[in-house]
């Protein structure tokens, strides 16, 4: 029903910035919260950000409260995580997907579609 791709990673500086995008392809994408989640190398992958299906509500690990930002444009079928003052221990692929609203929305488990990931690299 879904198909995502990520884009929108690469290599930054320490403090730098970045804007990562994943488009949807399909015609139920507004029907479906997303979630951005991301795994550093050697580590678990863990859970970042999500919005809702309409884009009123969003959540974050605590972590990244205050430097990042989701948000979706249900007309381009797009869903957007904008990274401010990144940090090294950041570095990781990035991915996101897509499920029915749930309070679960920390774990992997609750989505149903997951992009191929874009690698973020984070340099000090």
């Known amino acids: 029903q879904v198909q995502l791709v990520e884009s929108g990673g690469g290599l930054v500086q320490a403090g730098g910035s970045l804007r990562l995008s994943c488009a949807a392809s399909?015609?139920?994408?507004?029907?479906?919260?997303m979630g951005w989640f991301r795994q550093p190398p050697g580590k678990e992958r863990e859970f970042v950000a999500r919005?809702?299906?309409?884009?009123?509500?969003?959540y974050y690990t605590d972590s990244v409260k205050g430097r990042f930002t989701i948000s979706r444009d249900n007309a381009k079928n797009t869903v957007y995580l904008q990274m401010v003052s990144l940090k090294p221990e950041e570095t990781a692929v990035y991915y996101c997907a897509a499920g029915p609203s749930s309070v679960y929305y920390t774990r992997g488990g609750s989505y149903n579609y997951w992009g191929q990931g874009t690698q973020v690299s984070v340099s000090s």
């Open positions: 919005i809702s299906a309409v884009g009123t509500v969003t």
């Open positions: 399909g015609r139920t994408f507004s029907n479906y919260a």
